[in-house]
């Protein structure tokens, strides 16, 4: 139990430091301003829990080995651009 005590004594610290020095990287800055808009936006939430759900429904027929439809397809890859046109939602993707 002492070993476990020490470990975290010496790994706690250093965890703190490096998340520390993680949030303070620029990259980081904005990864963050483009996850908070996107939290921020109903709709592009709205846009990527269709999209998600439309593309776990065409997998879900690919692996039951049935044929997708042109017309599903077409009406997904239509909804993906519509997506991705979302500056906001393309900004959460990136």
């Known amino acids: 139990m002492e070993k476990n005590v020490q470990t975290e004594d010496v790994v706690l610290p250093k965890t703190r430091e490096l998340c520390e020095a993680i949030v303070q990287q620029p ?3 904005s990864i963050r301003q483009q996850v908070d808009s996107f939290m921020a936006d109903a ?3 709205q846009q990527y829990d269709s999209l998600s759900e439309k593309g ?14 042109p017309e599903e397809i077409s009406a997904f ?6 997506f991705f046109r979302n500056p906001v939602a393309k900004g ?3």
């Not at 890859?77 to 519509?82: L, T, V, Y």
């Open 43 to 45: 709709d592009a939430q």
């Open 92 to 94: 959460f993707v990136d």
């Open 27 to 29: 990259q980081f800055q």
């Open 56 to 69: 776990r429904q065409l997998h879900h027929k690919q692996q039951q080995g049935l044929e997708l439809a």
């Open 77 to 82: 890859d239509a909804e993906r651009e519509a």
